[in-house]
């Protein structure tokens, strides 16, 4: 099956060239070019995008907007969204990834890298491990800045034994990892996992690690010291 994309990124000449390399995979085409972060969404939809790949800073709706509006849409919940930026370590990386975004990639990522990305993300997957995310999250928390106050409720729906698995898969663990601390079969952590990502909302592993750090699950101490 072919990879759809839509490029979004207010440079012509950076979509150009994106999709000059999009189009050179046998398996990924280009279905879409847009300039500002309504457009993507536009085109999302209309071409039924299997991926998005969206550059933050954009005129009228930015690229977060964007991310926002798409996660949020259950018509287009089967979009991954793939974050370019020029700047890997920021807020506005931080706040794709709360958004939804499926992982994210500087600008000056090599040709195949960007490629194999945009097949992880396709499919459904994380494109960054949740031990990446850690790390992320780890130096993101590290800038002085406000941030929100760690809401606990938004676990409250999960039992005591998600919770428990949603700590680990926060510190980075493999699901054969988490089931050899525990004392399960690695299947019975996959099924964990994956009623806690359906509780939560949550689209993959990633989302999770956010969540476990915005709610306060696990400190912000912890994910420096394991970084």
């Keep these: 099956m072919t ?3 839509v490029l979004a990124d207010d440079q012509a000449l950076v979509r150009a ?3 000059v390399l999009v189009d050179s995979a046998p398996d990924l085409t280009v279905v879409g070019e847009a300039g500002d972060g309504h457009e993507a969404v536009r085109l999302a939809r209309e071409q039924q995008a299997d991926v998005v790949l969206m550059d933050i800073r954009m005129p009228g709706l930015d690229g977060l907007g964007a991310t926002r509006q798409i996660t949020g849409c259950p018509d287009l919940g089967d979009v991954r969204v793939l974050v370019l930026t020029t700047f890997e370590v920021d807020e506005y990386v931080f706040q794709a990834l709360r958004a939804g975004a499926s992982g994210f990639l500087g600008k000056g990522a090599e040709p195949d ?3 194999d990305a945009i097949r992880v993300v396709a499919r459904g997957e994380a494109l960054l491990s949740p031990a990446a995310t850690k790390g992320l999250i780890a130096r993101f928390l590290e800038q002085p800045a406000e941030r929100p106050r760690p809401d606990p409720a938004a676990l409250s ?3 005591d034994r998600e919770r428990e698995i949603v700590a680990l898969v926060a510190t980075g663990a493999t699901n054969d990892e988490i ?3 525990l ?5 019975t952590v996959k099924t964990h996992v994956s009623r806690a990502l359906l509780k939560v909302g949550a ?3 990633t989302q999770l690690v956010v969540l476990a750090y915005e ?3 696990v400190q912000p101490g912890a994910a420096a010291s394991g970084a």
């Design 3 to 5: 990879v759809r994309v």
């Design 203 to 205: 689209r993959d592993r």
């Design 113 to 115: 890298v960007l490629l």
């Design 157 to 159: 729906v999960l039992t």
């Design 183 to 187: 004392a399960v079969s690695p299947l």
């Design 17 to 19: 060239g994106l999709r």
């Design 179 to 181: 089931a050899e601390q």
């Design 215 to 217: 709610s306060g699950l």
